[in-house]
């Protein structure tokens, strides 16, 4: 291949050209004079790809050389192509945050301080991504999810107390799908309950059979998220023809004033309502989740740079093959390259995801609510059959069909979700001696036993306080959660990741930009680089972690005053 036509096939990079007073002169970014440099343009221009001339795109460095950035459209739709590759773990972690416990919390917020909590929703969503952007970081950089990173760097008795915790969230999140679940069946196809709550175990299933870490292939991962996609964007039309159906005497300017703070959130217990918000829209499981669905992506970069190997020739014959990669995907640690590569994309994909889906799904279900219940003596503290019925006759009976189909959509996805946090949490805080498909089946009863015998012992009339329950204790759960997750991404110990440098490389300015230490040591050079939280990152988590505490304890006083939730 020429030396042109290697030029053109890589003339999609955006690159930086100083151009001197002499044409002849030595151009020392790029290697070759001027004249020669300007013969290469012209064989890129030719194959469809020019610089820009704009004045806007020339700049001045330091030394008075002047600087002209090349620009193609074919750089974005390099970039694009990349971004696609991407999605898929945003949309699986926005399930946790349009679950059923969603529903019964932002009906309740709407039918009693109207839209006044709105703003309540959008803070949530914004501490949700600044979380979820921290367990990126934590998965993309250590390799490790937030139970393995508890069992790594934890002593092990508060391993086990995170674990219980954890635990905890996994049952109370079940509590809320299983019950929405089998509540929708019911009132749209008469399902009875107990059956309703039978067939909701029905994810376990599709997890063992679709999603293995380590041993599925990436395009059966992309497949399983593109899948679970699907549900979402249908419970995101439901929620746009649910707002077609709002009386047009509803004030724009009223809804939008809801995410401002006013003195109408305050009343009729508005903060605890807003505690279970913070609970149902903060989901601790989520945490888990989002430091483990990032580390396919990452694998997947380094296997195909031939940076890790999910073969071991020592294991052969000793164990299977799905055994042998799940143990070789468990031991794996992203590269640097990898971790430049993935985690820019993977927190983009994430804030568009939910910035788009979550906080529309969940600021639309407390809009309809508040248009329509706000007022109403029946719909306070209404179970989901009175807001059915509430629904279907203050706006139509094709409303309430369609939040009982909205209903029914989150609830199986979302215990797709949480059957995989808890698996992450269960394998990730034990370390188990079980072949892979009895160990998910476990992990997962540890969890669902307890959810079912709660959902059909309670019966129909206890359904609503136990869906209410459920979400504060998660809200009670998150800070004791959070913590490990702010610790871990801002210490430096952990945060960081080894290279390998060869005889011949150089540190490059990008290079000695990160913060890092170089060692010698049997004559190779390491140069570790840290990637822990700055300062102010750091002080926004322990802002954050403050805040949810102060309202849990706020709502911890309420409950022993009022002796309900």
């Not at 004079?33 to 194959?47: A, K, M, R, T």
């Not at 002209?68 to 390099?78: A, E, M, R, Y």
């Not at 999603?211 to 979402?232: A, K, T």
């Not at 960081?496 to 170089?518: I, P, Q």
Request: hydrophobic share 45%; charged share 15%; proline share 4%.
């Amino acid at each position: 291949m020429s030396y042109e036509s290697e030029i053109v096939k890589n003339a999609w990079k955006p690159i930086e050209i100083e151009i001197f007073e002499s044409d002849k002169e030595l151009n020392p970014r790029v290697g070759c004079s001027n004249d020669i440099l300007s013969q290469i343009i012209e064989v890129v221009s030719s194959n469809g790809i020019k610089p820009s001339n704009s004045n806007d795109d020339e700049k001045d460095d330091s030394k008075g050389k002047k600087i002209v950035n090349s620009f193609s459209w074919g750089n974005i739709k390099t970039i694009l192509k990349k971004y696609a590759k991407f999605i898929g773990p945003g949309i699986m972690i926005s399930v946790a945050y349009i679950d059923p416990g969603n529903y019964s919390t932002a009906v309740d917020a709407g039918a009693s301080n109207q839209f006044s909590l709105l703003c309540i929703v959008l803070v949530s969503n914004i501490i949700a991504i600044f979380l979820q952007c921290l367990c990126i970081k934590l998965g993309s950089v250590t390799g490790l999810d937030l139970s393995r990173a508890c069992r790594e760097f934890l002593p092990r008795w508060l391993n086990l107390i995170l674990y219980f915790f954890a635990e905890c969230c996994i049952i109370a999140t079940d509590v809320a799908e299983v019950i929405g679940t089998a509540i929708a069946l019911n009132i749209l196809i008469k399902v009875p309950l107990p059956a309703g709550v039978a067939i909701s175990v029905v994810d376990v299933f599709i997890i063992m059979i679709f999603y293995r870490p380590g041993s599925s292939s990436m395009n059966v991962v992309r497949y399983f998220e593109y899948g679970v996609g699907m549900l979402v964007i249908a419970v995101f039309i439901c929620f746009c023809i649910e707002l077609s159906y709002i009386p047009d005497t509803t004030s724009a300017g009223q809804v939008f004033r809801g995410f401002v703070p006013s003195a109408q959130m305050f009343k009729n217990n508005g903060i605890y309502t807003a505690i279970s918000i913070l609970g149902a829209t903060v989901m601790p499981h989520s945490m888990f989740l989002g430091s483990g669905l990032v580390q396919p992506r990452l694998l997947e970069y380094d296997l195909d740079n031939n940076n890790y190997s999910m073969t071991d020739s020592a294991l052969e014959g000793k164990k299977s093959k799905e055994q042998i990669m799940e143990e070789r995907y468990f031991d794996y640690r992203p590269t640097l390259d990898a971790i430049k590569y993935c985690m820019k994309y993977s927190i983009i994909e994430l804030v568009l995801t939910l910035l788009s889906f979550a906080l529309f799904i969940n600021c639309a279900i407390l809009i309809v609510a508040g248009a329509t219940l706000y007022g109403s003596p029946e719909a306070t503290d209404a179970d989901l059959y009175t807001i059915h019925d509430l629904l279907s006759r203050n706006l139509s009976s094709g409303a309430g069909t369609i939040f009982m189909l909205a209903l029914l959509l989150s609830g199986q996805s979302a215990g797709i979700i949480c059957t995989m946090a808890g698996q992450i949490v269960s394998e990730g805080h034990i370390k188990w001696k079980l072949v892979p498909w009895q160990r998910r089946l476990v992990t997962r009863c540890i969890s669902i036993i307890p959810c079912l015998v709660i959902s059909i012992c309670i019966g129909r009339e206890a359904l609503s306080l136990a869906l209410n329950s459920s979400q504060v204790v998660l809200s009670i759960l998150l800070p004791f959660l959070t913590a490990p997750l702010i610790y871990f991404t801002s210490k430096k110990s952990i945060m960081k990741t080894e290279v390998l440098l060869k005889d011949t490389d150089e540190v490059s300015e990008d290079e000695n930009s990160v913060d890092g230490d170089l060692q010698v040591e049997n004559g190779q050079r390491t140069k570790t680089v840290y990637m822990a939280n700055n300062w102010f990152t750091t002080i926004i988590g322990i802002l954050i972690w403050i805040f949810l505490s102060i309202l849990n304890i706020y709502g911890i006083v309420q409950l022993g005053i009022t002796g309900q939730p």
